[in-house]
């Protein structure tokens, strides 16, 4: 199948978290698996031209886009992905993109990704490429398939071409006001009362492309049924309990020739499921580089993320006393919110012994910290699916999570699986969203932890689990053959 596949964010290009990641990787594994694949994503003057060496493309040349009445010039890109020959197309508009960063607050980010997204079609049709499927991720291309069947419908080229949106997450939505369709030249019916984009009084790019893609999906098999419940689904569950029969769940999957421990260049001692000595030799590595000291019985609990709520770090601060109250270090990396930030930052100037606080994006630490923490935490309120513990189980880091969405589909609680009378367990998890439930769960790891034979069983098991992209690849391609019939009746 031909594949467009849209995102704002493609690793190593430009991350601000899991997205960067799947975008960096899916379309890779869909190469391999025969797709003929190409990647979208819109040009910030974040990353280096050269180092990813890309060329400009005299072919297409300018492309004129018209948004709210301006004629806006889009230049394009390319480059070969890493270990691939899957092409990227850059979406180049330094007006909308030469910001210093990926997503902003600005009064024009709804143009942005109307841009991008306009921008997509036409280099499509100046390619005269007619994909089988445009796969789209998240708001930022949410409106994409109302344009392609509306506004470009007078291109036959398009007439085969089905769309997928895939939800990342829905607590991020893209609402706007309802101008936004007007600069988008989107009819006016579908931002008046009950128009497919119209919510609550704006427009909500998500929600339309819930409305209009041909598919619809989430990023794993928990999180989509959670979505459908009031709790989670952010306001969006009556118009996915209305695309019900075309809403599916796919477990992402994680590029383990970045993550894995035996060849990451990020780390300094590789290590194996046979011999993980290399493991300690990390943490002591790792702890010298923070200034913490360094003891073999003591361990070392990770905390990679975005500091924002959803990660669960208001339970977090509710229970940051007993935390700190146990017997253990902490190495913590992430940025987001200021209060959380705070949080972490104090808890680093208290305890300088016992916690080193990192504010900030640091991928090699990131990769440090994975090959040389004894436990992650990821406490999240929800998670769609959540790579870090994926990442963590294969560096035979043992997770401690709250049992919702990703985090119950990859993490079995030891004692709970013990129980069944099976040793198959791979962390530690909770579920109640307090930090009551949590601090029992990380004291409860701590006891197995003193048990070295217990530990590396627990290591182990996690270490054993293979959640690369082959298998949910598979489950895309599958997802496309649907996207198709819908469209096409065949
Ligand atoms: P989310 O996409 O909700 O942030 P995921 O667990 O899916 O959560 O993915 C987060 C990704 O971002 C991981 O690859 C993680 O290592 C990375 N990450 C998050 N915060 C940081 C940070 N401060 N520095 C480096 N990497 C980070
Ligand atoms: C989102 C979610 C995260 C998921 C990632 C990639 O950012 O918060 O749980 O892993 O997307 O799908």
Redesign the pocket.
């Known amino acids: 199948m031909k594949i467009a596949f849209a995102s704002s964010e493609v690793f190593p290009y430009a991350k601000t978290?899991?997205?960067g990641d799947?975008a960096g990787s899916l379309p890779i594994e869909l190469s391999r698996l025969g797709h003929d694949v190409k990647v979208f994503m819109p040009k910030y003057n974040t990353f280096g031209e050269a180092e990813f060496g890309l060329h400009y493309n005299w072919d297409i040349g300018e492309i004129p886009v018209r948004i709210d009445g301006q004629v806006r010039m889009v230049h394009v890109h390319t480059a070969t992905m890493p270990d691939s020959n899957v092409q990227i197309y850059f979406v180049d508009c330094p007006h909308y993109f030469h910001r210093f960063r990926v997503y902003t607050n600005d009064h024009d980010e709804d143009e942005r990704f109307i841009l991008f997204s306009k921008g997509i079609i036409e280099i499509l049709q100046r390619l005269q490429w007619a994909p089988d499927i445009i796969h789209c991720n998240d708001w930022q291309t949410g409106l994409l398939p109302i344009l392609l069947k509306e506004n470009y419908s007078w291109d036959r080229m398009f007439d085969k071409t089905s769309t997928v949106l895939t939800m990342?997450?829905i607590a991020y939505q893209g609402r706007f006001a309802k101008s936004a369709f007007h600069k988008a030249e989107i009819k006016e019916e579908h931002s008046g009362a009950n128009g497919i984009g119209e919510y609550e009084g704006d427009v909500n790019f998500l929600k339309t492309g819930i409305l209009t893609s041909d598919v619809i999906n989430t990023?794993s098999e928990t999180y989509e049924k959670e979505l459908m419940t009031a709790e989670y689904g952010n306001g969006m569950e009556p118009f996915l309990a209305a695309r019900f029969n075309d809403f599916y769940g796919i477990l992402?999957g994680v590029d383990y020739s970045v993550w894995n421990p035996e060849t990451d260049k990020l780390i300094p001692y590789n290590y194996s499921i046979s011999d993980l000595s290399g493991k300690e030799k990390n943490k002591k590595f790792l702890l010298e580089r923070l200034e913490l000291p360094y003891n073999e019985n003591l361990p070392l609990i990770g905390i990679i993320s975005r500091l924002v709520d959803?990660k669960g770090f208001d339970i977090v601060a509710y229970g940051i006393n007993q935390l700190l109250d146990i017997e253990a270090q902490w190495v913590i990396l992430g940025s987001g919110e200021e209060k959380y930030e705070s949080l972490f930052y104090e808890a680093g100037k208290r305890f300088p012994e016992k916690v080193s606080t990192y504010l900030g994006y640091n991928n090699e630490l990131s990769h440090l910290i994975e090959a040389g923490a004894d436990i992650f935490l990821m406490p999240s309120k929800f998670?769609?699916?959540?790579?870090n513990q994926i990442y963590s189980l294969k560096y035979g880091t043992v997770p401690v999570v709250r049992k919702t969405?990703?985090l119950a589909d990859t993490v079995q609680d030891w004692n709970e699986y013990l129980a069944r009378g099976s040793e198959t367990g791979n962390g530690f998890s909770f579920n109640d969203h307090s930090a009551f439930a949590m601090v029992h769960s990380v004291k409860r790891s701590l006891i197995d932890f003193h048990n070295k034979p217990t530990w590396l069983k627990i290591q182990r098991n996690g270490m054993n689990k293979d959640y690369s992209w082959r298998k949910s690849a598979e489950k895309y391609t599958a997802l496309y053959e649907k996207a198709v019939v819908k469209r096409t009746g065949r």
């Not at 998670?383 to 790579?387: A, D, F, I, S």
């Open positions: 978290g899991g997205l799947v990342h997450n990023v992402n959803q998670e769609p699916c959540g790579l969405g990703g």
